[in-house]
């Protein structure tokens, strides 16, 4: 059931989290800023590393990515079993 919740909910989770951070972007003015800065400090990071390093720079970005991405999925679905099994607990209770 887990996977198949899983493999139903993808492409719910991945719209629904591009509308959030669009949202974030263009409307929430402190996650505008620690983006910009964010990106500021990594590319300057970046630029201090000599050549040898370049690339594991964009490999530890690149996994902080996947790392981040695992963590949107597990939270939402996470939140999908909660919300189900409220749901299943506020009937059983006839509330």
């Known amino acids: 059931m887990v996977n198949k919740l899983d493999s ?16 974030l972007s263009e409307h929430h003015t402190e996650y505008s800023q620690l983006t910009l800065e964010t990106d500021q400090y990594f ?14 720079a964009f490999l530890y970005e690149d996994a ?8 949107e999925r597990s939270i939402y679905i996470q939140g999908f079993k909660d919300a189900l099994q409220l749901f299943c607990e506020l009937q059983n209770s006839g509330i």
Do not use: G, M, N
């Open 8 to 23: 139903l909910a993808e492409p719910l989770i991945r719209i629904r989290l591009e509308l959030l951070y669009t949202e």
């Open 43 to 56: 590319r300057t990071l970046r630029e201090a590393l000599p050549d040898q390093l370049q690339h594991t």
């Open 64 to 71: 902080q990515i996947s790392l981040q991405s695992i963590l």
